[in-house]
């Protein structure tokens, strides 16, 4: 059972029990108030054009290679979905898929709408489609959209596999792909933007404010700190590793920039997306001014 399981389903108040709730909320306390009196990270979020170019090229070469060798695995890095093992663990995959649109339908819910109202949703770095799916269950149409054409082939692989008439799957690689493509009444990005550096993470956020229609929601998760953390573009360019990137946007910088286009915060709910506590990840639903 976990903390969490335990707090919210409390036994009868015995004197035993009190003890241990006391425990756990302790420790649950410690968690929630962990970053509080967190440092100031220096982060570099512009560069110049050239440098923007290579930081974007990067995230290409690496998605693209992580799409060809293990896709699945790439989204949800645990062992169960390596491509080895996938068959057995496949409706395991999508089910997590199912609880992260089960959450942004409750966060529409709160604000006096639902999915089912929803007409055309975008889902950004769409993956394999574990989102898209689901979210295609409740909505009229959705239009996944990702960097790596390896990904994009699993998706449609998956898509159809799942008979989803209303999902269409398109290729971005750049900025002005994604200020191409049309506007819709919903956009989602969950786990994608932490793969990208600051200044690339910043123009994304604003060219995905620019898609949202007047009245339309955006359903967003970046991560906004982690002890340690800087970003110098020189130096990131200068590690040839080619691995995983992990990267962090201030909330500040977060917040500020949904706001700066136009959009009303509505809710910024905690998550566990990195499952790493030494970091914050928060979702922000807003809405189009
Ligand atoms: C960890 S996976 C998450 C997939 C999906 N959002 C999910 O939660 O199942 C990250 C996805 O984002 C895509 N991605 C990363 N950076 C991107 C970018 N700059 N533009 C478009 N897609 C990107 C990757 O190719 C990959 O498919």
Redesign the pocket.
Known sequence: MTIFHKLFNKPANTRKNLDADHEDTERAYAIIMRHANAAPMTIDTHVDPETFKRL?NR?EDT?SR??QEDAHW???TDEKFRKESLSSHIDQFFSM?DG?IARLDAALNRVGTSLSNIESAM??????G??SVPMARSTGHVLG????AA?LREAKANVARMGCQNIELVR??SIQDIKNLPEFELVL????LQ??PPP?MLE?LNALCSRVKPGGYLYVQAQTYRQGYRYCATDDLADTLDKMEMHVLPQHVFLETIQGAGLTILEVTENGAAWDLSYKSQVVLARKR
């Open positions: 974007q995230v998605w992580l799409g790439s989204v949800i898929g992260d889902d950004f770095g769409c993956g394999v574990r989102l959209v990702d960097i790596s990904h971005a690689s990005s969950l786990i994608v793969h990208n690339v994304i």
